[in-house]
């Protein structure tokens, strides 16, 4: 599976962007997917999580309320919806599926986008 992450951009504080990750190959939808983010000089960290089974999603505490993680099968992408904006979301964003669910948190995905980047002004 290739992963192909696009929307990234400039916005200011308060406002919205939508990120999407293209996938190819024909059995995306048998993956479960996530999206992850790191800001300059700092860890990679989990954002959200969307188990394809059951369609339970899981997010940080940091962008609960604020981000949707969705996904179309029929288009192989997986989004996200960030909303209210804020200086602190500032991060390459990436995206990652896996065929396992080993835990609703983890970084534990068997493959990764290139990222997108999210630059939020205040």
């Known amino acids: 599976v290739q992963l192909q992450a696009s929307g990234g951009g400039l916005v200011q504080a308060g406002g919205s962007l939508r990120l999407s990750c293209a996938a190819s190959g024909r059995t995306f939808s048998s993956y479960h997917s996530g999206w992850f983010r790191q800001a300059t000089g700092k860890e990679r960290e989990f954002v959200a999580a969307l188990n394809r089974g059951v369609g339970t999603t899981y997010y940080a505490d940091s962008v609960k309320g604020r981000f949707t993680i969705s996904r179309d099968n029929a288009k192989n992408t997986v989004y996200l919806q960030m909303n209210s904006l804020k200086a602190e979301d500032t991060a390459v964003y990436y995206c990652?599926?896996?065929?396992?669910?080993?835990?609703?948190?983890?970084?534990?995905?068997?493959?990764w986008g290139q990222g997108t980047e999210v630059t939020v002004s205040s």
């Open positions: 990652a599926a896996r065929r396992v669910w080993y835990n609703n948190y983890g970084h534990e995905y068997d493959y």
